[in-house]
């Protein structure tokens, strides 16, 4: 069985396809976020990662700037602080709240007044140009049990600031 192609920076339409997958080496997280944003409309965002990138987040800092991001929450590991204090201003600057954690998940939320999307993904918010597969689901329900999870976890988080 072949995998069907499909076009590098081209997600089917969410209104069409509540359930889809991507397996490929060619698109990152942040071009499936990107185009996410740009079918639903500016959105609420929670994003977590084991580590991330200063190429990542200054994607981010450009979606922000047109207004697709309204507001973006950021969970990520402990064991990957060393890193994010390098970054640490500019993460200040583009996620409105930080939270270090034992965290391995790759997951992003996004929420709007009409969409509720959830985003799986291999992939951490590095480049790393391997193969990376990831879900995007319209579904409330995982979008809600995704949700209380973060919920649970920020209980036990540090705050970015405390570090």
């Known amino acids: 069985m072949t995998m069907p192609r499909r076009e590098v920076n081209h997600l089917k339409p969410l209104a069409n396809t509540p359930l889809q997958a991507y397996f490929d080496n ?5 071009d499936v976020i990107d185009q996410v944003l740009r079918q639903i409309g500016p959105a ?3 994003i977590s ?8 987040i200054r994607r981010l800092h450009r979606l922000k700037n047109e207004g697709l991001v309204k507001s973006c929450s950021l969970f990520l590991d402990l064991k990957a602080s060393r890193k994010t204090v390098l970054l640490a201003g500019f993460i200040k600057s583009v996620f409105d709240a930080v939270f270090l954690c034992e965290n391995h998940s790759k997951v992003v939320l996004l929420k709007n007044d009409s969409h509720h999307v959830t985003i799986v993904t ?9 193969m990376e597969c990831g879900i995007i689901t319209t579904n409330n329900d995982i979008y809600q049990y995704i949700a209380h999870g973060f919920l649970q976890l920020k209980t036990a988080a540090l705050p970015l600031d405390r570090l």
């Open 122 to 130: 291999s992939q951490n918010q590095t480049q790393g140009n391997r």
């Open 49 to 56: 990662t084991f580590s991330t990138s200063d190429a990542f």
């Open 44 to 46: 609420d965002l929670v």
């Open 26 to 30: 060619r698109l990152q997280l942040a």
